[in-house]
């Protein structure tokens, strides 16, 4: 079994920065792809950034691009999420989810991730 847990999230006036960490523990000998995504009240779950297990390949939406870097330890059986210049728009709860992936890709569909984490809550204040 793999458990994901978040952390970082909190409140932060616009043009603010927050860093999420997220640490995966259970089978950490296996190669994960790993990501974040996102969900605004009222909204769907949309795709934020993604790693490939070693951290050579990011992918991230448009709306973040520029502003948001995703990185991961494995050593530590870490993913992080650096946020910078944040706006209300980014306010949401904030997801970690990893999938058992050893190719050198990731996805960027909620549907292809098998573990969650419980979300943490970032609010932008304008």
């Known amino acids: 079994q793999v458990q994901l847990a978040e952390s970082g999230g909190g409140l932060v006036q616009a043009g603010g920065s927050l860093r999420l960490s997220c640490a995966r523990s259970g089978r950490t000998f296996s190669r994960y792809a790993m990501a974040w995504f996102r969900q605004a009240p009222g909204k769907e779950r949309e795709f934020v950034a993604a790693?490939?297990?070693?951290?050579?390949?990011?992918n991230y939406a448009d709306s973040v691009k520029g502003r948001f870097t995703i990185s991961r330890d494995n050593a530590k059986n870490t993913v992080y999420l650096q946020m910078n210049s944040l706006n209300p728009e980014d306010t949401a709860v904030y997801y970690c989810?990893?999938?058992?992936?050893?190719?050198?890709?990731?996805?960027?569909?909620?549907?292809?991730?098998?573990?969650w984490g419980q979300g943490t809550q970032v609010t932008v204040s304008s």
């Open positions: 989810a990893a999938v058992e992936y050893s190719g050198g890709g990731y996805y960027s569909q909620a549907y292809n991730y098998e573990h």
């Open positions: 790693i490939n297990w070693s951290g050579g390949s990011t």
